[in-house]
């Protein structure tokens, strides 16, 4: 077996173990009913589903017969993206409750885009306008978000 497709393998094995967690995890906070459900009923739901498009992508590596032409390359830059992602989205976690929604989730997807490619004023001006519009849409919703040093 070639070392990209172990390593693909591997990546997946990864994500299914990160999604039964998850989904387990979420399950203690309480998953309530359809119609009111609870704290952990949509980080239950993301496991799930992370652990089925895990899976899938699982399959589909045992499925094949020979190496296919390959759309990604995992190069040292790739790894370093990724965790400069998984990172953020770490520093986030910790962070949002004592800072606040609008300033984390700015400074996440400014930092996001970059790592997708995106120039610095895109990055700048798209990921507090993201920002603001996730808060207003949520709180409108009757979502409750940490508001931090921000007071709105």
């Known amino acids: 077996m070639e070392k990209a497709r172990k390593s ?6 990864i994500w299914v173990l990160v999604g039964l967690y998850v989904s387990y995890a979420s399950h203690s906070l309480g998953l309530g009913e359809l119609q009111t459900p609870g704290a952990g009923f949509t980080p239950f739901v993301f496991g799930l589903m992370l652990t089925g498009f895990a899976l899938i992508n699982l399959a589909a590596h045992f499925g094949k017969k020979k ?17 400069v992602m998984v990172g953020a989205l770490i520093l ?8 606040g929604f609008l300033i984390m ?7 996001l885009f ?11 001006i798209w990921g507090p306008v993201v920002a603001c519009g996730s808060y207003f ?9 940490p508001a931090g040093i921000i007071r709105l």
């Open 8 to 13: 693909d393998i591997c990546f997946s094995c």
């Open 67 to 83: 190496e296919s032409k390959r759309l990604v390359s995992y190069s040292a830059g790739a790894y370093a993206y990724l965790g």
């Open 92 to 99: 986030y976690g910790i962070l949002v409750e004592s800072i």
């Open 105 to 111: 989730t700015s400074v996440v997807l400014i930092t």
């Open 114 to 124: 970059r790592v997708a490619g995106c120039n610095w004023k895109i990055s700048i």
């Open 137 to 145: 849409i949520f709180t409108y919703l009757g979502v409750m978000l």
